[in-house]
């Protein structure tokens, strides 16, 4: 990544750039990113391209202001450690249901941070929506404390996989062999054209704050402060595309409407 996107992208996150590529500097990037850039599927409905290259990822962060989905914002993530000088690779992961089903492979994408204090490996994440705050472990098998629950990586069913549980609740099987971000293009493909991926069933724009979340679900503003919930259903377009500015910088002409997606995989407005 050129030095002066580099530059941009910590500016974008309101980050430093860190002396060295230990620990607590990944600590500080993680929880600057999750605060600063939403998660959001904002391109699906938009039925805009999403191309799994580093550049062009980082660019739709650091230029356009925007956020996106696991694949898109742990891509570009990847390649501003890398740029810092953290050792970066890609697993894949699939999110575990309510009954501890996998969903399709490459489902999600995750990182593998080596730092050079060594007190990794790391597994840093920025596009699993509402999840840890904090870099977890990879190796640790003990409870991971964070202040979005209690963490723990357990033995998978099979040889070189690992559950992640949040509060006891299984969250998603990781493959510990690495992968190239190319590998994950088809579970990509999926998740913005399939009508059976969550993430073609609605808009959702979503992030940290100081003190809870904000997610904006079309036009239904949910904030949570300290564990408290508060919803309420924006009723004009000014004020939807004044949440999208005002919540999460992004600055759009016009609202937003989720497509529908048939199985062909072809969306109608």
């Not at 742990?74 to 970066?88: E, R």
């Not at 099987?173 to 493909?189: I, K, N, Q, S, V």
């Amino acid at each position: 990544m050129p030095p002066a996107v580099v530059g941009a992208y910590l500016h974008r996150i309101g980050a430093e750039r860190p002396d060295r590529a230990d620990a607590a500097a990944l600590r500080t990037l993680q929880t600057r990113h999750l605060a600063a850039v939403p998660f959001e599927n904002l391109s699906v409905h938009l039925r805009e391209e999403v191309v799994l290259d580093e550049r062009r990822l980082a660019d739709k962060i650091v230029e356009r202001g925007r956020g996106g989905f696991c694949y898109e914002l742990n891509g570009a993530f990847a390649a501003l450690l890398t740029s810092l000088g953290f050792t970066v690779a890609f697993h894949e992961a699939r999110v575990l249901d309510g009954d501890g089903r996998p969903g399709i492979p490459y489902d999600h994408v995750v990182l593998r941070v080596d730092t050079v204090d060594g007190t990794g490996p790391w597994l840093a994440d920025v596009g699993f929506g509402d999840h840890a705050r904090f870099p977890l472990l990879l190796d640790g098998s003990g409870d991971q404390r964070d202040p979005g629950g209690l963490f723990r990586l357990i033995p998978g069913p099979a040889d070189g996989e690992l559950d992640l549980l949040r509060d006891g609740t299984p969250q998603f099987r990781l493959d510990t062999r690495p992968r190239a971000l190319a590998d994950f293009e088809a579970g990509c493909w999926y998740h913005r054209t399939s009508p059976g991926s969550h993430f073609t069933a609605g808009l959702v724009c979503s992030r940290f704050t100081a003190d809870g979340r904000i997610t904006l679900s079309g036009r239904r503003l949910v904030t949570t402060v300290r564990g408290e919930r508060v919803e309420r259903v924006l009723a004009s377009d000014a004020e939807v595309l004044d949440a999208y500015r005002t919540h999460f910088g992004i600055a759009l002409e016009e609202v937003p409407e989720a497509a529908v997606f048939t199985a062909g995989g072809t969306t109608t407005p």
